[in-house]
């Protein structure tokens, strides 16, 4: 459509905003320098106007633009009443131009105005500015043409300070990844834009600040309308108005863009799984002081010393990857054990402020509320493209699904997931080729950070992101064609950037002070093939009698989809199996399945196995030390995208036959649903009340029983079946030497990894009579070890707490230490370091 007029006026051709905050110094050369480009050539250039928005300025700058719109009448000034901002001062020009191109420029003329010329060639020739009357334009490729100095043929005639060129390098990167992949420099302040679309954008932006041009091209982007970037000449002039603080102020509109752009509805959903997880936490969320998860175990404990410790190693500047707060005197290499730093650093200050049970309550429950975000984001991206409903559904059975609320009573590091969704679609970008070093960068950085959130996880995820990729390159032999180039080199990429970032923790744990090679397991790690049919001990049609049988314990029940669903899953893949996506899901998770049944697969009701593929993978490096029941849990998110895929089906009667279409088909559709997910809803899980810390650690008493690198010894000694000395500590933040302890160390000529300290024989000797209540034969030969094993443990103090065969415990310890325990504030101790006989260290 022709240029739209002026009231009154010729059509426009070319509109020129320039946003103008107290540049009276520089704004009269400026307006003459482009009046004068303009007028060399007014074949080109046609009718053209000049806009300056005044942004509120406190110096002469709205009388001179005033001045010189009375001597040139197609200079006109827009002006606000206060300085709200560029993109204030953006909006409201643009808005009232009325050009078939509209160019934004500053006011200092960073980049000349001969540089326009190049940018309406590529303007008009990628396509041409004929508007169609939707506002769009008719037939145009191009939809704005930025300056760009970052591109090779950019010139910078003066640079800025290179602090600052260092600081735009890094918001322009931040850009990039989070708003505009693939333009190099979006702040630039030079844009060529198509008129009707600018005016178009202008009007839905909301943004006041210097973030506007991300908005404007992010909102290009969403509509279709191509951005090229040309390189320009620029030069850095003096008297600029971005300030150093600017930089957190745009990327604080950054954060703003980013969640403008979540609708409602999505909001509603990730509320709606935030008050699912609290549902399922509300009893701990009660009683965080004394609630303890009752089928946590000993690992509610742990996680509580973790983030406690994590937290005391930041605030104090130590190696967050080492601690000798448990196993004194050898200390624990945290690196190899599960301590989420990238979880349990970030909410140091938590930690501090409302304590550790706090930390482990917010980890536990926003972690799976934000796992199911983000498995929903995935699958309403590519698998149900749009269609919120049934991703919800997929997203539910992913998170919530009975291996995972299994571990959610002991283990966030298998509970909290959200960076494996970002993984897997950050690899099907991959797969498309559009980007790959950008998106191979990406993988790098989400792969690191998941690193430091749970390495097992992302091995499992990798095992089943190789098992789908294999099993669709089977199926679709020429996506697997086009896709496999730009993923191996995306993912070369991803690892160039992660090797680095991890080389140093990962040294650590694997060579560094208590590391390990290897773990030592229960012969039995692997899932009953019976497990997949049953209904796991907080399912609501589930029992713990029929349950505990089938799994290792509480928090590994690592099956249990009930056979409601596994049947629906099997009809859904048989009905469309000539899908690719659906057939690709099933073999995978059939793949998953039969992987988890271990090495020797038992046949039901018979005492006889049958060897399984597992076999010879058992033994390759990484798989040795995973426990191969948890591969059954690459199911979850595998069955909710094929519930997810058959739900739009039968939404959308799409199927070949036309059978989804009548109304009776979706109610059976829905019945079946329903039948296959309500018995595996979970239910709350059951909290406990633990015992109270005694008060000879909660006063301090404790201080005068320890000289300088003395240990103090609980009876039993901490250990993965009885770890409440671990509470101790977090609890209080009283970081005694503790001797034992419960983690993950090495044991014997091969350094193999066990739960637990090295085991002496003391600690053995105190936890058969724990366990057992008899007091055994007490000699010098016990008494001798007893001494060896205290000096070993560089033992200060002993210490017996109240708690179960007490008595057993008490007689024996007097039998072996030759002496009587005393009571001092609530516990009998033993006082046995090389100070025993200094006064001070006893009441």
Same mark, same amino acid.
Do not use: M
């Given at each position: 459509m022709p240029p739209a007029p002026r009231a009154g006026g010729d059509p426009v051709d070319l509109s020129v905003v320039v946003p103008a905050y107290n540049e009276s110094s520089r704004l009269l050369p400026t307006l003459r320098a482009i009046r004068d480009h303009l007028d060399i050539d007014p074949g080109r250039w046609g009718t053209w106007e000049l806009i300056v928005v005044d942004d509120g300025s406190t110096d002469d700058t709205a009388d001179i633009a005033r001045e010189a719109a009375a001597d040139d009448p197609r200079?006109?000034?827009?002006?606000?009443?206060?300085?709200?901002?560029? *993109?204030?001062?953006?909006?409201? !020009?643009?808005?009232?131009?009325? /050009?078939?191109?509209?160019?934004?420029?500053?006011?200092?003329?960073?980049?000349?105005?001969?540089?326009?010329?190049?940018?309406?060639?590529?303007?008009? $020739?990628? *396509? *041409?500015?004929?508007?169609?009357?939707?506002? $769009?334009?008719?037939?145009?490729?191009?939809?704005?043409?930025?300056?760009?100095?970052?591109?090779?043929?950019?010139?910078?005639?003066?640079?800025?300070?290179?602090?600052? @060129?260092?600081? /735009?390098?890094?918001?322009? %990167?931040?850009?990039? %990844?989070?708003?505009?992949?693939?333009?190099?420099?979006?702040?630039?302040?030079?844009?060529?834009?198509?008129?009707?679309?600018?005016?178009?954008?202008?009007?839905?932006?909301?943004?006041?600040?210097?973030a506007i041009d991300v908005e404007i091209l992010r909102y290009f982007r969403r509509?279709?309308?191509?951005?090229? @970037?040309?390189?320009?000449?620029?030069?850095?002039?003096?008297?600029?108005?971005?300030?150093?603080?600017?930089?957190?102020?745009?990327?604080? @509109?950054?954060?703003?863009?980013?969640?403008?752009?979540?609708?409602?509805?999505?909001?509603?959903?990730?509320?709606l799984f935030c008050l699912a997880s609290f549902f399922l936490y509300q009893d701990l969320w009660f009683d965080l002081d004394r609630g303890y998860l009752a089928d946590a175990g000993q690992d509610q404990n742990q996680w509580e010393w973790f983030f406690a410790v994590t937290a005391d190693n930041v605030t104090n500047f130590r190696n967050p990857l080492f601690t000798t707060a448990q196993n004194a005197p050898d200390g624990v290499n945290l690196m190899a054990n599960t301590v989420m730093l990238g979880l349990s650093v970030p909410l140091t200050p938590v930690t501090l402020l409302l304590g550790p049970a706090?930390?482990?309550? =917010?980890?536990?429950?926003?972690?799976?509320?934000?796992?199911?975000?983000?498995?929903?984001?995935?699958?309403?991206?590519?698998?149900?493209?749009?269609?919120?409903g049934p991703a919800v559904i997929g997203a539910a059975v992913a998170a919530f699904a009975p291996p995972m609320i299994s571990h959610g009573n002991a283990h966030p590091n298998f509970l909290v997931l959200f960076v494996l969704p970002l993984i897997v679609d950050r690899a099907l970008r991959l797969c498309a080729g559009r980007d790959v070093v950008r998106d191979g960068v990406v993988l790098g950085l989400l792969a690191t950070y998941q690193i430091f959130i749970g390495e097992e996880p992302l091995l499992l995820a990798a095992m089943g992101m190789l098992l789908f990729a294999?099993?669709?390159?089977?199926?679709?032999?020429?996506?697997?064609?086009?896709?496999?180039?730009? =993923?191996?080199?995306? $993912?070369?990429? /991803?690892?160039?950037?992660?090797?680095?970032?991890?080389? !140093?923790?990962?040294?650590?744990?694997?060579? *560094?002070?208590?590391?390990?090679?290897?773990?030592?397991?229960?012969?039995?790690?692997?899932?009953?093939?019976?497990?997949?049919?049953?209904?796991? !001990?907080?399912? %609501?049609?589930?029992?713990?009698?029929?349950?505990?049988p089938l799994a290792m314990n509480r928090t590994e029940q690592n099956a249990f989809y009930g056979w409601p669903l596994l049947a629906l899953a099997g009809a859904i893949a048989v009905r469309l199996w000539h899908r690719t996506l659906v057939a690709a899901l099933a073999l995978t998770a059939g793949a998953a399945a039969l992987l988890s049944l271990g090495a020797e697969i038992p046949i039901p009701f018979t005492d006889h196995t049958v060897p399984g593929p597992w076999t010879p993978l058992g033994k390759a490096p990484l798989l040795e030390a995973v426990i191969e029941s948890r591969i059954a849990m690459i199911c979850a998110p595998v069955l909710g995208m094929l519930l997810a895929t058959a739900t739009v089906t039968v939404m959308d009667g799409t199927a070949r036959t036309g059978r989804f279409r009548t109304p009776a088909v979706r109610v059976l559709g829905a019945a079946a649903l329903a039948a296959a997910l309500l018995p595996i809803l979970p239910t709350p899980y059951p909290v406990r009340e633990r015992d109270p810390v005694p008060d000879f650690v909660t006063e301090g008493t404790y201080r005068r029983y320890l000289g300088p690198g003395e240990s103090l010894v609980t009876v039993p000694l901490p250990n993965p079946g009885n770890a409440d000395a671990l509470h101790w500590q977090s609890s209080t933040g009283s970081w005694f030497p503790l001797a034992g302890g419960y983690f993950m160390g090495p044991w014997g000529p091969d350094d193999l990894g066990i739960y637990g300290a090295v085991p002496r024989h003391t600690s053995q000797l105190l936890d058969r009579v724990r366990d057992t209540g008899r007091v055994p034969d007490i000699g010098p030969l016990q008494q001798e070890q007893a001494r060896a094993d205290l000096a070993a443990w560089d033992a200060g103090v002993v210490v017996l707490p109240?708690?179960?065969?007490?008595?057993?415990?008490? $007689?024996?310890?007097?039998?072996?230490?030759?002496?009587? !325990?005393?009571?001092?504030?609530?516990?009998?101790?033993?006082?046995?370091?090389?100070?025993?006989?200094?006064p001070s260290r006893s009441r």
């Open positions: 200079i006109h000034l827009v002006s606000a009443p206060y300085n709200r901002g560029k *993109g204030h001062a953006l909006r409201l !020009g643009v808005l009232a131009s009325y /050009g078939r191109r509209v160019l934004v420029t500053d006011a200092d003329l960073a980049t000349p105005i001969e540089e326009l010329d190049q940018l309406d060639q590529l303007l008009v $020739t990628d *396509g *041409g500015t004929d508007s169609g009357t939707d506002g $769009t334009a008719a037939g145009t490729a191009v939809g704005a043409v930025i300056g760009s100095r970052a591109l090779p043929d950019s010139r910078i005639d003066v640079h800025q300070w290179r602090g600052r @060129e260092w600081l /735009g390098r890094a918001g322009n %990167l931040l850009i990039r %990844l989070v708003a505009v992949p693939g333009l190099r420099d979006t702040q630039c302040g030079f844009k060529l834009f198509d008129g009707e679309r600018a005016r178009t954008a202008f009007a839905a932006s909301r943004l006041d600040g210097w509509s279709g309308w191509p951005v090229l @970037e040309a390189p320009v000449r620029w030069s850095h002039r003096t008297g600029s108005k971005v300030r150093p603080l600017d930089y957190g102020r745009v990327l604080g @509109e950054l954060v703003r863009l980013r969640t403008s752009a979540v609708s409602r509805a999505d909001l509603a959903v990730v509320a706090v930390t482990w309550a =917010l980890v536990l429950t926003f972690g799976l509320a934000a796992t199911a975000a983000a498995w929903y984001w995935l699958i309403v991206r590519r698998v149900t493209p749009g269609r919120r294999l099993c669709y390159a089977l199926l679709d032999r020429d996506a697997a064609r086009r896709s496999w180039r730009p =993923l191996l080199r995306g $993912t070369g990429v /991803g690892l160039a950037v992660c090797l680095p970032l991890v080389a !140093g923790p990962l040294a650590w744990q694997f060579f *560094g002070p208590q590391s390990y090679s290897g773990v030592l397991h229960s012969p039995e790690t692997f899932n009953s093939p019976r497990a997949f049919l049953e209904f796991a !001990g907080r399912s %609501l049609a589930g029992t713990d009698e029929r349950a505990d109240p708690g179960y065969n007490e008595e057993a415990l008490q $007689t024996t310890l007097e039998a072996l230490l030759e002496r009587p !325990g005393v009571w001092v504030d609530g516990v009998l101790v033993w006082d046995v370091g090389d100070g025993a006989e200094d």
